[in-house]
């Protein structure tokens, strides 16, 4: 039977370890500190927990690593593939801001969720990814640019609330002061509007930001270009939003996708702003990166800007997203799919 990545094992799960095998649980805690402080490549190299758990350590856990098969770099961005222990593919993007260097990581090997603009839900799910998968991204990346990573955001390959359970472990041991001490408000989860799961995610102990993918005010518009609006349209979505928003008081982001002539008219913003006005969130507005396999197109630059001032004078909160990897596979999905070539 193939051993377990110790990255899967949240610190609870390894107190629990340890006391299964009557030792005490503090070793947890110290075998943390060798994981994510010091960053060992081998059991032996702990000095501070007896050999004969050690060994029992090294029979039970592996400390294997992903493999990076290739990174493209632009101006302030980074991207970077994967190779997971079964040869598939996950891609991350680092991005260099003024506050610190933001991660995007991969929760999924595919994606089921088949938005029409998006390179990622083209090449449907294969598999979910662990715990220790997505926090390996983070981990060799850090190493590879010899940093660290201030903001993570769950929003590369896949549906994270698709994967849930494995994302709430994923943050509870990237959270934990043992871990990776990556603070809930540098944490970000995008989905495309899983209601069930926004309302379970609203009763999660931490701060973590919520993202929602919208790119339409409008159920006919969203019907086309997001599946999900079928089995949860907007108006299921916006009240699980509004409990999340009662339940959590954090500020909700929505995602925003500009696709010339599909959602970017000047009726399109007045119902955006229709549909969340009085509500605390803003609106990140993403110009859309083209591909080569997908028909959409990026909205012009005076459409984009139009559509912005529509939304700011309705004194909303809302912003351009500045735009990143110009020279490279910059669309979600992009470089696995040159990968897999299909």
């Known amino acids: 039977m193939a051993m ?3 990255y899967n094992k949240s610190l609870k799960d390894l107190e629990d370890y340890f006391i299964n095998k009557n030792e005490k649980k503090y070793k947890a805690t110290q075998l943390f500190e060798w994981l994510y402080q010091k960053r060992i490549t081998s059991f032996d190299e702990i000095t501070n927990i007896k050999k004969s758990i050690i060994d029992e350590l090294k029979e039970d856990f592996t400390l294997e690593k992903l493999a990076l098969v290739k990174v493209e770099k632009d101006v302030d961005v980074n ?6 222990a079964d040869k598939a593919h996950v891609e991350s993007v680092l991005m260099m801001h003024t506050y610190g260097k933001s991660l995007c990581i991969s929760s999924q090997v595919g994606c089921n969720m088949g938005c029409k603009f998006c390179e990622s839900g083209r090449l449907k799910k294969v598999r979910n990814l662990t715990p220790s998968e997505m926090i390996l991204q983070i981990m060799m990346i850090e190493k590879e640019i010899k940093d660290r990573i201030s903001h993570v955001v769950i929003m590369g390959i896949g549906e994270p609330f698709d994967n849930y359970d494995n994302i709430v472990k994923f943050i509870e041991i990237i959270n934990a002061p043992q871990g990776l001490q990556l603070g809930s408000r540098h944490i970000t989860v995008s989905t495309c509007g899983i209601v ?3 309302l379970e995610f609203a009763l999660l102990p931490y701060q973590v930001n919520l993202a ?3 790119h339409s ?3 006919d518009t969203r019907d086309q270009i997001m599946p999900i609006n079928k089995v949860y349209n907007i108006e299921a979505l916006m009240d699980a ?8 008081n954090r500020r909700v982001t929505f995602e925003y996708i500009l696709l010339d002539g599909v959602n970017d008219s000047v009726n399109d913003a007045n119902k955006l702003c ?3 006005a009085g509500m605390n969130c803003y609106i990140n507005l993403i110009p859309y990166n083209e591909t080569n396999h997908l028909q959409f197109k990026r909205s012009k630059k005076d459409t984009i800007l139009r559509f912005y001032d529509i939304i700011k004078k309705r004194n909303i909160n809302v912003t351009i997203r500045r735009e990143f990897g110009g020279k490279i596979s910059a669309a979600c999905g992009q470089l696995r799919s040159k990968k897999e070539d299909v």
């Open 79 to 84: 991207k970077y593939l994967f190779e997971l």
């Open 212 to 214: 929602i993918s919208l």
């Open 241 to 248: 939003v509004k409990k999340y928003l009662s339940k959590t």
């Open 4 to 6: 377990e990545s110790i």
């Open 274 to 276: 229709d549909l969340v």
């Open 196 to 198: 069930p799961k926004i």
């Open 217 to 219: 005010a409008s159920n």
